[in-house]
């Protein structure tokens, strides 16, 4: 049976090229880049290549950028790091009801610090608007964080607009740009931003490292304490092959942006169609237009979105309910209850993200075979025969 992988918001393959890359850096140039012989030395010089090559792909300089661990830890940095950094001058900080976890637990853990958080409500397509942001926006706010792209119903926020509120009010501005790198072109002066967050494994790199823009004169009070790594700002011995492959994936990324862009589009576009036309009761949330090129986030009536995926993956299709992050939660997502879709209707939701070896023969058969599944699983439902 041919499997069907569309799930790339949860994560993506290693690119051949990527790999190819990394590997003499686990065995032969093994060097740490601290060393100064010549095995330190060839293990810094390929983390300095890789830094100029993610600093090119966002519009920054190389020594704005700090390797991390994933996006959690960039996430992470950015949040705690202004907060620890800034609360001599307030303690209220702005973010949205739909960021990622690795954004609202931060959050949520400097709050029983005594840090007021404030979260922008979106609309019912998934947008924050920045006249909310503005209004929220006091004399203490020292931080504010919305993400560019969301992994569950892919929208894309008003990031430059957001970020030039901040700016004019000396607020550091921070967005989570993980399911948007390789997706959109990114550029941190145009977009407003002080910092960004980026992990390698949704790009087609490896998991386990990412990195985050660090505006240059912005103060991150680090939390990893040790060594001058990254200096200063983020100790531990750098994951040489990781940041290898992290440079390679976003110097790919680049390259044939428009290209895959517009190809993957048009795909996403016929799959919705496909599947809105197919199936009765059925639709698509989020934003129409302002959405990840690659997301496709329904809500299916009278069926649950687990026995939907579990019916597709026997047919070989790999796609997520909601989110990854909340597969294993029965609380629904809180990304569909920001924008008011009730608990019903959120079991019944269904992600789909499409990535470079989806075809449209992928697509076909998805749009053939999800109807059919649907049916079967309506037929089986007491809720569905009351409601016809
Ligand atoms: C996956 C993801 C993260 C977490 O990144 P990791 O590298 O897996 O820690 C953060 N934010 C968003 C939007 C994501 O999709």
Redesign the pocket.
């Known amino acids: 049976m041919k499997r069907i992988y569309m799930d790339y918001?949860a994560t993506t393959p290693v690119r051949k090229g990527v790999l190819d890359e990394m590997l003499p850096f686990f065995s032969e140039n093994f060097g740490n880049q601290s060393s100064l012989h010549s095995f330190g030395q060839e293990a810094k010089y390929a983390v300095e290549a890789a830094r100029e090559k993610v600093a090119s792909a966002i519009g920054a300089t190389p020594d704005e950028i700090v390797f991390t661990?994933?996006?959690?830890?960039s996430?992470n940095f950015a949040v705690k790091g202004v907060a620890y950094a800034r609360e001599d001058k307030g303690r209220h900080i702005i973010t949205s009801a739909i960021e990622?976890h690795?954004?609202l637990e931060p959050c949520r853990f400097l709050e029983k610090k005594g840090f007021e958080i404030t979260c922008i409500p979106v609309d019912s397509k998934g947008i924050v608007d920045p006249a909310d942001v503005l209004k929220a926006v006091k004399k203490e706010t020292i931080f504010i964080s919305v993400?560019h792209?969301?992994?569950e119903i892919g929208t894309i926020q008003p990031i430059k607009e957001i970020g030039a509120i901040a700016r004019e009010r000396g607020i550091i501005f921070h967005s989570?740009a993980?399911?948007t790198l390789g997706r959109m072109p990114l550029n941190v002066d145009t977009m407003n931003l002080d910092l960004m967050?980026v992990?390698?494994?949704?790009v087609y790199g490896p998991?386990g490292v990412?990195f985050i823009y660090i505006r240059k004169g912005t103060r991150l009070t680090p939390f990893m304490h040790g060594g001058e790594q990254e200096r200063g700002r983020r100790a531990s011995t750098h994951n040489v092959p990781g940041i290898v492959g992290l440079g390679k994936a976003a110097e790919f990324a680049m390259i044939d942006l428009d290209k895959e862009t517009i190809r993957i589009t048009a795909l996403r576009d016929k799959m919705i169609r496909g599947i809105l036309d197919n199936i009765e009761d059925c639709r698509l949330n989020g934003h129409p237009t302002k959405r990840l090129s690659n997301n496709i986030h329904i809500s299916i009536d009278y069926v649950e979105g687990e026995s939907l995926l579990l019916y597709l993956d026997m047919e070989g299709i790999a796609c997520s309910t909601g989110s990854a992050c909340s597969s294993a939660s029965l609380e629904p997502s809180h990304v569909l209850s920001a924008i008011g879709i009730s608990a019903d209707t959120a079991y019944g939701a269904l992600r789909f993200t499409l990535g470079r070896q989806t075809t449209e023969d992928d697509v076909n058969f998805v749009i053939e075979t999800l109807p059919v599944i649907v049916r079967k699983l309506r037929e089986m439902s007491p809720v569905y025969k009351n409601k016809k």
């Open positions: 918001a661990s994933g996006g959690t830890e996430d990622h690795a954004i993400m792209g969301n992994n989570d993980v399911q967050s992990s390698g494994h949704k998991k990412g």
